[in-house]
């Protein structure tokens, strides 16, 4: 950033989350993303700039390493004139929603993160002279636990994301449960990957954004319905699938148009652009590949199909490696929890130790070759809790992270353009995949994860598995003896 030449109208407030905002700049593709705390809750300069350099030390060293070069971008710390920022924050204030409003952005230190604005092709110079669409994705948690410390046998069958549906549309949260399954999009099937995508945009909550040349054009929202939504977004993308425009308006052009997004979509997660690198885990796929809540499966099960399991994703490909991480969460928060405990009680006797744990960094070469220890035999060790406490926290990163999809119409004569195409119906599409939302979540979130887990399968096992149990009764059990009693007619 060049000093004294900051001018905050060029920046237009771009999107946040729970710990930071994000603003973009109006031609550069670049980002500024700031750090955000609750009023009474005051940081020192250097305590600011010691956190946004771990979380850029964090992407490079271990994320990197992971997912590899071409899908993971760091960026870098930058310190910026305290008048802009301030001025900054003034101006974007009526555009942040209320709901996020309990958190300030930080005008104080003056530091931020500067990164590529990955709702455009991932280049700092790309010119913008062709039109750039792009789909944000957040999978989530894309296997079922396999640990043997797992005590409530539902989480053997229904994945966290299904369950965790139920309890947020009892909390308000959201007023209705989506279709969306994890395991259907990771599952490498393409029938299973298309009917996920679908219900991803029937009921986006916050799993799904579509960006128009860095604009916002789709995030469904409760109050608006899903045709309407469908018909505005069909005709946003009509331009990218059918430039021609060949298709007549109305419902089958919608349809087409959307069929024609997710088979995209599902190409493009499949497929691999870091050729080089097949990932430093093999942990393996262990446990059931179907759950039993996904409607898919339930829909299939009613006409007395059986759900394709799985046709396998290709080891190059980000869906593939993100799995991978999240798998590092190799016992469970059930498991994990009495291995945090350890730490603390080694703690509260000796304090001064925490800096050599690496619990708050450096997050360096020596912090991830920790992390490629896949043993799960206990030694009673400090040492064995601290490396699957670890684990469990880059799994937990992996499992809320987001997967950008920017698209671009490739002219037929750009042989010069060097990235990856695509086709569809009758175009053809540069695009570029990366990865974002990779900030290392904190230890001490561990407690509270350990009660909403208990808290999300409870209320599970109480509503919506009791009310599947209430028909039993109605249904001959197998294991019951039974009198078959014949009638003379």
Not at 59 to 70: A, I, P, R, S
Not at 189 to 216: T, W
Not at 338 to 346: A, G, Q, S
Request: proline share 6%; hydrophobic share 35%.
């Amino acid at each position: 950033m060049e000093e004294g030449k900051m001018d905050e109208n060029e920046w237009r407030y771009h999107g946040e989350g729970n710990k930071s905002l994000v603003v973009a700049h109006a031609q550069r593709c670049v980002v500024l993303r700031f750090l955000k705390f609750p009023p009474n809750r005051k940081k020192t300069s250097e305590e600011i700039f010691q956190h946004l350099q771990n979380i850029v030390d964090f992407g490079k060293n271990v994320m990197k390493e992971f997912f590899g070069e071409n899908y993971v971008h760091c960026g870098e710390v930058v310190q910026l004139p305290l008048e802009f920022v301030k001025q900054l924050c003034l101006k974007i204030q009526s555009e942040r929603p209320e709901s996020r409003c309990d958190k300030d952005l930080d005008t104080l230190s003056g530091y931020a993160m500067c990164l590529p604005n990955l709702t455009r092709l991932q280049t700092y110079r790309f010119a913008e002279h062709r039109p750039i669409l792009c789909v944000e994705i957040k999978p989530k948690c894309g296997f079922i636990p396999f640990s043997s410390y797992v005590t409530h046998e539902m989480k053997h069958k229904v994945c966290r994301y299904c369950m965790h549906q139920h309890l947020k549309v009892a909390t308000g949260k959201w007023k209705q449960i989506s279709k969306y399954c994890p395991l259907d999009l990771y599952s490498g099937n393409k029938q299973r990957m298309h009917f996920a995508l679908k219900s991803l945009l029937q009921e986006a909550q916050n799993n799904l954004k579509i960006f128009k040349n860095g604009e916002l054009i789709y995030g469904c929202g409760d109050a608006r319905s899903p045709v309407a939504d469908w018909r505005e977004l069909a005709h946003h993308l009509k331009p990218f699938f059918f430039p021609s425009n060949g298709l007549a308006s109305g419902p089958h052009c919608t349809r087409a148009v959307i069929r024609e997004l997710v088979h995209v979509i599902t190409r493009v997660l499949l497929s691999s652009s870091d050729k080089g690198r097949v990932g430093a885990l093999r942990p393996g796929l262990r446990g059931p590949r179907v759950c039993e809540a996904s409607p898919f499966s339930r829909s299939l099960q009613r006409q007395g199909k059986n759900t394709p399991e799985r046709s396998g994703l290709p080891k190059g490909c980000l869906l593939y490696k993100t799995l991978q991480v999240q798998m590092l969460d190799l016992l469970d928060i059930e498991g994990l929890y009495p291995l945090y405990n350890r730490i603390e009680r080694y703690l509260e006797e000796f304090p001064e130790q925490r800096k050599m744990l690496q619990i708050d960094g450096p997050y360096d070469e020596a912090f991830y070759q920790k992390l490629l220890d896949l043993s799960t035999e206990d030694d009673g060790t400090v040492a064995f809790a601290l490396t699957k406490v670890q684990q469990y926290r880059v799994a937990m990163t992996a499992k809320d992270c987001s997967i950008m999809i920017a698209l671009s119409p490739s002219l037929q004569d750009t042989s010069s353009d060097q990235r990856p195409v695509i086709p569809s119906s009758r175009s053809r599409l540069a695009f570029s995949v990366s990865v974002l939302d990779l900030d290392l979540k904190p230890y001490e979130s561990i407690p509270h994860q350990y009660k909403l887990d208990s808290k999300i399968v409870n209320y599970y096992s109480k509503t919506v598995h009791a009310k599947d149990d209430a028909v039993v009764p109605t249904r001959l059990k197998e294991s019951e003896d039974c009198m078959l009693v014949l009638h003379k007619v």
